[in-house]
């Protein structure tokens, strides 16, 4: 016979629970003691699989590799091999395949692809709306929407016949994504004819869910300038880049507003330039519906020495190298609203090293910065300071730094007994030292990966540092079974409870590990 709870033991509500040991919440959730709150749910069961990682008893183990001739990629649980013809799903023990798409011509691949997540507040029209799918984009400009679990086509959409469509990108992620052709380069033709050619490339832009088109548009360089070489759209901002180092953003907002002379569904019928066809549909593609005409409102523009231009932060702010050699190697941080550079917001490592440091926003929501190195990493929180000369300074939250030996002489004695100073000393990131090589953020169970490498018997060794991403603390250290070639390209992720390393390696081999944890039974 069982008991019945008493008033003690009812469900408290969402906020109240402040257990933290893994047992505990086992048990409150043994017991029915969690929240009707599916976002407190997760975030308990979360702080039990962290506890669990952290755990001394509990490891990393190698439980599936494979390779391949092309590059790999990952991505919220699913491995593409063979240019995302083959998708593996990394969720279960070990990688299983989720399907294999057939064999198709080089003409017919898939040149790249963007993973998207079904949304869960609406309420869509098809129910493979609802669920993920994978868009990708082959060499013959066709955009197709597959099922991430199956393969099967759901989508497909004609670009164009006159224009080289060759990536995709994220405007607003998992609602807007656009699809860029290459530069238009100027034909002999016209050369011959005295024909200028001012079209740089185009963009078609699209909404995930359902999937629809928002426009076609051109970059056009009487409008935009003759410099222009590149473009990108991202949060509703399209930002020019030009050969001088120079960037100016734009916004999507206001040029679809004013000049997008019809919109476009697809499938329906269009009357172009005497030119009928249906849009989306070979061979007439997606016609040209946003006419550039004039140049909008620049909304920022900025002159850099190298890396670009990086926004984000709280309050907003910038960082990039000013256009002058004697700036290179250093990072300026300042704010958006009026550019004025933030107190110690010059960042400068002086690293002596054949790689340079890197810098970027933290991927958290705390408004902080990256600042990372072959020997140190330190994130960076921008502080207000009202009243003050400097409205905003730029403050070290914690640094993280390499194992190195300072003690080794700069002047020797030989056995003969002559004074000998050494003539250099090792770089920064020499194979010899332990050396950082990448910055990885979990954002589920909040920790920061650090990739690691020593060298022991002329082979590269990694570890994965797992540092609290609040205080810097390290938590615990991975190694990784196969060894680390340092002039190979790597790529590591972190996802919960999986670690999964890429590799490329000699005569273009692809190679894929993957690691998930284990605890040990006394």
Same mark, same amino acid.
């Given at each position: 016979?069982?008991?019945?709870?008493g008033?003690?033991?009812?469900?408290?509500?969402?906020?109240?629970?402040?257990?933290?040991n893994?047992?505990?919440?086992?048990?409150?959730?043994?017991?029915?003691?969690?929240?009707?709150?599916?976002?407190?749910?997760?975030?308990?069961?979360?702080?039990?699989?962290?506890? $669990?990682?952290?755990?001394?008893?509990?490891?990393?183990?190698n439980?599936?590799?494979?390779?391949?001739?092309?590059?790999?990629?990952?991505?919220?649980?699913? /491995?593409?091999?063979?240019?995302?013809?083959?998708?593996? !799903?990394?969720?279960?023990?070990?990688?299983?395949?989720?399907?294999?798409?057939?064999?198709?011509?080089?003409t017919?691949?898939?040149?790249?692809?963007?993973?998207?997540?079904?949304?869960?507040?609406?309420v869509?029209?098809?129910?493979?709306?609802?669920?993920?799918?994978?868009?990708?984009?082959?060499?013959?400009?066709?955009?197709?929407?597959?099922?991430?679990?199956?393969?099967?086509?759901?989508d497909? &959409?004609?670009?164009?016949?006159?224009?080289?469509?060759?990536?995709?990108?994220?405007?607003?992620?998992?609602?807007?994504?656009?699809?860029?052709?290459?530069?238009?380069?100027q034909? *002999?033709?016209?050369?011959?004819?005295?024909?200028?050619?001012?079209?740089l490339?185009?963009?078609?832009?699209?909404q995930v869910?359902?999937?629809?088109?928002?426009?076609?548009?051109?970059?056009?360089?009487? &409008?935009?300038?003759?410099?222009?070489?590149?473009?990108?759209?991202?949060?509703?901002?399209?930002?020019? !880049?030009?050969? %001088?180092?120079?960037?100016k953003?734009?916004s999507?907002?206001?040029?679809?507003?004013?000049?997008?002379?019809?919109?476009?569904?697809?499938?329906?019928?269009?009357?172009?330039?005497?030119?009928?066809?249906?849009?989306?549909?070979a061979?007439?593609?997606?016609?040209?519906n946003?006419?550039?005409?004039?140049?909008?409102?620049?909304?920022?523009?900025?002159?850099?020495?190298?890396?670009?231009?990086? +926004?984000?932060?709280?309050?907003?702010?910038? $960082?990039?190298t000013?256009?002058?050699?004697?700036?290179?190697?250093?990072?300026?941080i300042?704010? +958006?609203?009026?550019?004025?550079?933030?107190?110690n917001?010059?960042?400068?490592?002086?690293?002596?090293?054949?790689?340079?440091?890197? /810098?970027?926003?933290?991927?958290?929501d705390?408004?902080? +910065?990256?600042?990372?190195?072959?020997?140190?990493i330190?994130?960076?929180?921008?502080?207000?300071?009202?009243?003050?000369?400097w409205?905003?300074?730029?403050?070290?939250?914690?640094?993280?730094?390499? *194992?190195?030996?300072n003690?080794?002489?700069?002047?020797?004695?030989? !056995? %003969?007994?002559?004074?000998?100073?050494?003539?250099?000393?090792?770089?920064?990131?020499?194979?010899?030292?332990?050396?950082f090589?990448?910055?990885?953020?979990?954002?589920?169970?909040?920790?920061?990966?650090?990739?690691?490498?020593?060298?022991?018997?002329?082979?590269?060794?990694?570890?994965?540092?797992?540092?609290?991403?609040?205080?810097?603390?390290?938590?615990?250290?991975?190694p990784?079974?196969?060894?680390?070639?340092?002039?190979?390209?790597?790529?590591?992720?972190?996802?919960?409870?999986?670690?999964?390393?890429t590799?490329?390696?000699?005569?273009?081999?692809?190679?894929?590990?993957v690691?998930? +944890?284990?605890?040990?039974?006394?």
């Open positions: 016979m069982c008991a019945l709870p008033p003690s033991a009812q469900r408290p509500l969402a906020g109240m629970r402040t257990s933290k893994s047992c505990a919440l086992l048990k409150s959730r043994s017991n029915g003691s969690f929240s009707n709150d599916i976002g407190k749910l997760l975030a308990g069961n979360l702080k039990i699989l962290r506890n $669990i990682i952290l755990q001394d008893d509990t490891e990393f183990i439980v599936w590799s494979k390779t391949s001739k092309s590059p790999i990629f990952y991505e919220s649980g699913r /491995i593409y091999l063979e240019n995302y013809r083959c998708c593996y !799903s990394s969720l279960l023990p070990q990688p299983e395949q989720l399907y294999e798409l057939p064999i198709t011509p080089k017919e691949k898939i040149e790249d692809a963007l993973l998207c997540q079904c949304p869960l507040d609406t869509l029209p098809k129910a493979s709306d609802q669920k993920p799918c994978l868009l990708t984009l082959t060499a013959n400009n066709w955009l197709y929407r597959l099922s991430a679990d199956t393969g099967e086509t759901l497909k &959409v004609y670009l164009s016949s006159h224009f080289k469509f060759r990536s995709l990108g994220w405007d607003s992620c998992q609602e807007t994504f656009y699809v860029k052709s290459i530069q238009i380069k034909t *002999a033709l016209e050369r011959q004819a005295g024909v200028n050619n001012d079209i490339m185009r963009l078609a832009i699209f869910f359902p999937l629809d088109l928002v426009g076609m548009l051109e970059i056009n360089k009487k &409008v935009f300038g003759k410099t222009a070489v590149d473009v990108l759209l991202s949060q509703g901002v399209l930002a020019v !880049s030009h050969s %001088s180092k120079h960037v953003l734009y999507f907002e206001y040029i679809l507003n004013k000049f997008r002379v019809e919109k476009l569904t697809l499938g329906q019928q269009c009357d172009v330039n005497g030119a009928r066809g249906f849009v989306g549909e061979p007439f593609g997606i016609p040209v946003i006419h550039i005409h004039e140049c909008p409102p620049v909304l920022f523009e900025m002159s850099y020495f190298e890396n670009g231009v990086q +926004i984000g932060g709280h309050p907003w702010h910038y $960082i990039y000013p256009n002058h050699k004697r700036h290179r190697g250093t990072h300026h300042c704010s +958006i609203t009026d550019g004025a550079l933030a107190k917001g010059v960042q400068d490592m002086k690293c002596d090293s054949l790689e340079a440091d890197w /810098i970027f926003f933290h991927p958290d705390s408004g902080r +910065i990256v600042h990372a190195g072959p020997s140190a330190n994130v960076l929180r921008i502080m207000a300071n009202p009243g003050c000369d409205k905003y300074e730029i403050v070290t939250d914690f640094s993280i730094t390499a *194992a190195r030996d003690s080794t002489p700069q002047v020797m004695v030989t !056995s %003969s007994g002559r004074t000998v100073k050494k003539r250099f000393q090792l770089l920064d990131d020499d194979p010899a030292q332990e050396t090589r990448m910055v990885k953020y979990e954002d589920e169970i909040d920790l920061l990966a650090v990739v690691e490498i020593t060298h022991a018997e002329d082979e590269g060794q990694a570890h994965i540092r797992l540092h609290d991403n609040k205080s810097g603390v390290l938590m615990k250290r991975v990784l079974k196969e060894s680390w070639d340092v002039t190979y390209s790597h790529e590591v992720y972190f996802d919960r409870d999986t670690v999964i390393h590799v490329q390696k000699k005569n273009n081999t692809f190679c894929c590990h690691y998930k +944890i284990k605890r040990h039974s006394d």
